[in-house]
């Protein structure tokens, strides 16, 4: 048998957590968090329809309390569109952000 792989079974698989400190992505799981600019403005990011705009935040709006760390399928995902995940467009080279649906692909 190949080096590579190693078997495991079903029944002593162990469980993925549901809450605390994930060290290899440095996020908290399953945490509500917001993106926010380091910029004067402090703006928050917000969904307009499938993209994730800075805007000003305002404590009102359910569409900038968006964000959580998903343990199992290691993406962050919206809050506001529950099947939605953060993506980067063009396989990760462009500068913008939208939501879709998830697919935890990596780049």
Do not use: C
């Not at 910029?39 to 305002?58: F, H, Y």
């Not at 404590?59 to 399928?73: E, L």
């Not at 063009?90 to 780049?107: A, Y």
């Amino acid at each position: 048998m190949s080096q590579r792989w190693r078997i495991v079974y079903v029944d002593t698989k162990g469980k993925d957590r549901t809450k605390g400190l994930n060290k290899n992505f440095g996020f908290e799981i399953n945490r509500a968090f917001y993106l926010r600019s380091r910029l004067p403005m402090k703006r928050v990011a917000e969904l307009v329809g499938s993209d994730v705009r800075l805007r000003r935040w305002n404590a009102s709006r359910v569409r900038q309390q968006t964000f959580k760390f998903d343990q199992v399928s290691k993406t962050v995902k919206s809050e506001y569109h529950k099947s939605y995940s953060l993506e980067i467009p063009n396989s990760g080279r462009n500068s913008q952000l939208r939501v879709t649906t998830t697919n935890s692909r990596w780049w």
